[in-house]
């Protein structure tokens, strides 16, 4: 039963491009939480998604950054126009429920030049 | 309200030791308390958790302590191994609410062989 899949693992990119995250939950699991570990801090929560549903944002940056969960795919963290700020370890991590543990995967690490 | 502290930042304790890392919360409304152990360059593992409804969970050498009054809970590694070298994180949820998990901010323990 395969874990929580993060790609890529790494990605540079230059202030003002793009970035896409992509988390494909374990087998199961449709509740998806995304959060941000910046260097030498912890992990902070940005947002909490069923399937085709965005159910909490309020950790999310009010703009750039926007996640989605669709019907069939992997769930999307998109930063847009990125900035040397946004530079940071992204994990996603899944789950049964709210009521149940929530699984990490193996992050995201973000760099932008 | 929503905080988690952590103590101490960093620890080392010799091997064959008892490491002990405590953390506190103020939000009653938490009812999951995970503990997640976490290696450079990985994604944090769960290692650990408990539920107010008990004061303590033990698996293998690792134990949760947890004080319902107190606001309070903490993990203790016995007979510490070099290999449990790493970051820990304690962390909170409401799994009535969104299940997010309110981290603290690690601790960096190091098991001196």
């Known amino acids: 039963n395969a874990g929580v899949m993060q790609n890529p693992r790494h990605l540079v990119r230059r202030r003002g491009q793009e970035a896409r995250l992509r988390c494909s939950p374990m087998?199961?699991?449709?509740?998806v939480y995304w959060y941000r570990q910046l260097p030498e801090e912890g992990l902070k929560f940005m947002v909490y998604?069923?399937?085709?549903?965005?159910?909490?944002e309020s950790g999310m940056p009010k703009e750039r950054f926007s996640a989605e969960f669709p019907k069939e795919g992997p769930s999307i963290l998109r930063i847009q126009q990125v900035v040397r700020g946004d530079s940071a370890a992204y994990f996603c991590?899944?789950?049964?429920?709210?009521?149940?543990?929530?699984?990490f995967g193996p992050g995201t690490r973000l760099t932008v030049t | 309200q929503q905080q988690v502290k952590q103590s101490p930042q960093s620890l080392i304790v010799q091997k064959g030791g008892i490491s002990i890392i405590n953390c506190a919360y103020e939000n009653t409304a938490f009812d999951y308390f995970p503990w997640y152990q976490q290696f450079p360059g990985k994604g944090p593992a769960l290692l650990i958790a408990?539920?107010?409804?008990?004061s303590e969970k033990k698996e293998g050498r690792f134990t949760i302590s947890f004080n319902k009054s107190a606001k309070q809970f903490s993990l203790h590694i016995m007979d510490s191994q070099p290999g449990d070298s790493a970051t820990y994180f304690c962390?909170?949820?409401?799994?009535?609410?969104?299940?997010?998990?309110?981290f603290g901010q690690g601790t960096t323990l190091q098991v001196k062989p």
């Open positions: 991590a899944s789950s049964l429920s709210t009521s149940y543990e929530q699984y």
């Open positions: 408990i539920r107010p409804d008990v």
């Open positions: 962390a909170a949820s409401s799994t009535s609410n969104t299940g997010k998990l309110i």
């Open positions: 087998k199961g699991h449709s509740h």
């Open positions: 998604l069923q399937k085709e549903n965005i159910i909490d």
